[in-house]
């Protein structure tokens, strides 16, 4: 059989990416327990994990750096192999570039290695480096480049010659608020473009605007997965902030998360009447001076979930 | 299946990079550029000593001489500005009062005996014409004696033979096939030592810059290494030819004013046999210390943790330069035997036998299929190191976890 690259393969309907009962071992510490999950064409997909509870394991695993222990790890049907990878775009958590090399030569040397010819890597490459504003740096020695230019480049290396599944372990790392947000419009280019995204990140925020789908990784399982208002739901619920200096009486309705002097936090289920706990602590002859229904947010599901895990996050 | 495009693109990659640092060109052409000076020095010294001995020889001063030797020919002496005195006290009076420059005492058997000389000073090198004016007149006087220029060059040792030997009815090769043979050895130690480093650090810059992940991705690990050996080959190539052109060129055109060995290039004997399985050896150890370097760089988290090993491997390149007298005379003895059967070790001594002819031809076949075939495996280990080490960043790499490591594919 012949090798298909991804994007010869791309017309089929199933998922980009498949993972089934992934296990993964190193000596007797067990990693990863038993993973399932797929990426969809074309999906944005957000893989979560506090440090240590094996995202960069799974990708690598699925890139055929690790073999895993037991389970199936598919890209497009088949166990991923470089040689069928001229449209997957990498961009590790451990990365870095060859320093001695000047940007444009290692830019076009991936270029070519990812199947384009000399001629058009070295155009792209020097239009992506207009595009993130470094072309005068075109010619520059990788050492001579701040870190941030240095991870503009590595994510030009990673989106060269169109890839139709990107997989980006903490893209953001190490970037200033200006070049986080350039960074996230290249992205939001190419998933305007197709690609598949499966990204790794701390950034909740990031998360909330790209994701369309996300897993939480934890103690080797799969802890939530599904879109991001499904993950809401299955954990969320909602946070009221009542400002009063009284004090809220308990309830079966609510439960009374924190308080601080003049303000107390409650979170009640997904199926709970906001209004009448409102009238409630009115007709309990609280002064009220504000009432503030939010759903629970990504960051506190994330820190719900990994607790002291979630301590070492950025 | 290794995708050809790619390896030509890190073949390219690395020899491009390589080639076009300064570095590179700084270090190849130290050695030959090192000759270069010290040749023009010694041209340059021995133009001016030999102007210098020109001027001393044809120098004229005054002298007084004895004789007990009776081998003088006074006619000689005379036309040298030379006479003859009764005793030596005479003479070295004569010296000492400034009458005359010099003064020679001639001893009855100068073959035996110093010929004392005595002048007046004339500074530590101008006190040299002294010499040269005595050794000279005994020369001329005794050439005088026998009767014959030609027979004077023969009695001092200017004849020259030229042997021809046979081995089954077939002139034999002598010195003049051993050289180019030997040749390839020469090669295999300037190419290892000026590349070791190279070889060792192939793998490293991946790994200490990060690019190991990047790159598996992209390409084989096994085609990254493949193009990195045979880059080095290309590489190798390259310091080889900067290497011998300087030292071809000053042979050519300077050979005279060098004072090079005068080596008749013309009656060198290039047999196919010996150069074949020479050049099969050479290729075969270049690639066999090639894979070994990258792997044990691939273990190593920096250049400097490499060193110790990569000066293990020197020994063993050099190893069997001690036992050469035993190479040389007694190719059958185990020591030799070992060397020869021995991979890393075989290639000085096999390269040696070779070129002397005591190598047979089934142990040639048998080292060359060793150093090929190991090699391949060694290359392999160091793939495997190299994907394991990939992940290991700033850690050593133990073979025991390269190979127990079920989480390398």
């Known amino acids: ?314 | 299946m290794m995708r050809s495009h790619a390896l030509r693109e890190v073949v390219t990659f690395e020899v491009r990079r390589t080639l076009t640092k300064k570095r590179f060109w700084i270090a190849t052409l130290l050695v030959p550029g090192l000759l270069v000076v010290i040749f023009a020095i010694s041209f340059v010294s021995g133009s001016s000593s030999d102007a210098a001995t020109q001027a001393q020889s044809s120098t004229r001063f005054t002298f007084e001489y004895v004789d007990l030797s009776n081998i003088i020919d006074p006619a000689l002496a005379k036309a040298a500005a030379g006479t003859k005195v009764a005793s030596a006290e005479q003479g070295l009076a004569d010296v000492k009062s400034g009458s005359v420059t010099a003064f020679f005492a001639y001893p009855a058997d100068p073959t035996k005996q110093a010929i004392e000389v005595y002048g007046v000073n004339d500074g530590v090198f101008g006190n040299g014409k002294y010499s040269t004016a005595a050794t000279n007149l005994l020369k001329a006087s005794a050439t005088q004696k026998i009767g014959s220029p030609e027979l004077s060059v023969i009695v001092q040792g200017g004849a020259t033979t030229h042997t021809t030997t046979f081995e089954n009815g077939q002139v034999a090769g002598g010195i003049e096939s051993v050289i180019p043979p030997l040749l390839y050895l020469v090669l295999l130690y300037i190419v290892i030592i000026l590349m070791g480093n190279q070889m060792l650090s192939a793998t490293v810059e991946e790994k200490e810059n990060r690019v190991t992940e990047m790159i598996l991705t992209t390409i084989r690990a096994k085609t990254l290494l493949v193009g990195k050996v045979v880059s080095l080959f290309v590489i190798g190539f390259v310091q080889m030819v900067a290497f011998a052109v300087p030292v071809g060129l000053a042979f050519v055109f300077f050979r005279d004013k060098l004072n090079i060995p005068n080596l008749d290039l013309s009656a060198l004997q290039f047999q196919a046999g010996p150069m074949v399985i020479g050049a099969l050896l050479l290729v075969g150890s270049f690639a066999l210390f090639t894979s070994t370097l990258v792997a044990i760089g691939a273990a190593m988290p920096t250049v400097k943790d490499a060193a110790p090993f990569f000066a293990g491997m020197v020994i063993t390149l050099f190893l069997p330069i001690y036992a050469v007298s035993l190479i040389i005379t007694s190719p059958q003895v185990p020591i030799v035997q070992a060397f020869t059967f021995f991979p890393y070790t075989a290639p000085v001594t096999a390269l040696v036998r070779n070129a002397l002819g005591s190598l047979p031809l089934w142990v040639a076949i048998v080292d060359i299929v060793v150093l090929y075939g190991l090699s391949a495996v060694v290359l392999q280990i160091a793939v495997r190191i190299f994907k394991y080490g990939s992940i290991e960043y700033g850690k050593k790499v133990s073979l025991k976890g390269v190979f127990a490591a079920r989480g390398i594919r």
Request: glycine residues 10%.
């Open chain 1, 1 to 314: 059989m012949g090798v298909m690259s991804i994007a010869e393969r791309s017309t089929s309907s199933d998922p980009l990416v498949h993972i089934e009962h992934f296990g993964m071992s190193f000596g007797r510490t067990e990693v990863i327990e038993d993973l399932s999950f797929e990426i969809g064409r074309g999906e944005t997909f957000g893989f979560l994990g506090s440090n240590g509870s094996g995202k960069t394991t799974t990708i690598r695993a699925l890139l055929g750096i690790y073999q895993p222990t037991r389970g199936v790890l598919l890209i497009d049907g088949r166990v991923f192999s470089p040689d069928n990878g001229d449209r997957l775009g990498y961009l590790p958590e451990e990365r870095g570039l060859y320093q001695k090399e000047s940007v444009v030569d290692v830019m076009t040397y991936f270029g070519r290695l990812k199947g384009l010819g000399h001629a058009p890597a070295r155009k792209w490459s020097l239009a992506y480096l207009e595009r993130v504003g470094i072309a005068d740096k075109a010619t520059a020695r990788i050492d001579k480049l701040s870190q941030g230019q240095q991870q503009k480049v590595q994510l030009g290396v990673t989106i060269m010659n169109d890839p139709e599944l990107l997989i980006l372990d903490e893209p953001t790392k190490g970037f200033d608020p200006v070049n986080r947000r350039l960074l996230m419009e290249i992205i939001e280019d190419q998933k305007r473009a197709g690609a598949t995204v499966m990204m790794v990140t701390h950034q909740m925020e990031e998360v909330e605007r790209l994701c369309d789908r996300i897993l939480l990784l934890k103690d080797g399982t799969a802890r939530a997965y599904g879109t991001v208002d499904e993950v809401r739901a299955e954990f969320g619920g909602t946070r009221i902030r009542v400002d009063t200096d009284d004090a809220v009486p308990p309830s079966d309705a609510y439960e009374i998360v924190s308080t601080e002097q003049g303000r107390t936090e409650l979170e009640v289920g997904n199926d709970a009447d906001t209004s009448v706990i409102l009238a409630s602590l009115v007709s309990a002859g609280l002064a009220v001076r504000s009432f503030t229904p939010t759903l629970k947010s990504l960051d506190d599901i994330f820190i719900e979930i990994y607790g002291a895990d979630a301590k070492g996050v950025e």
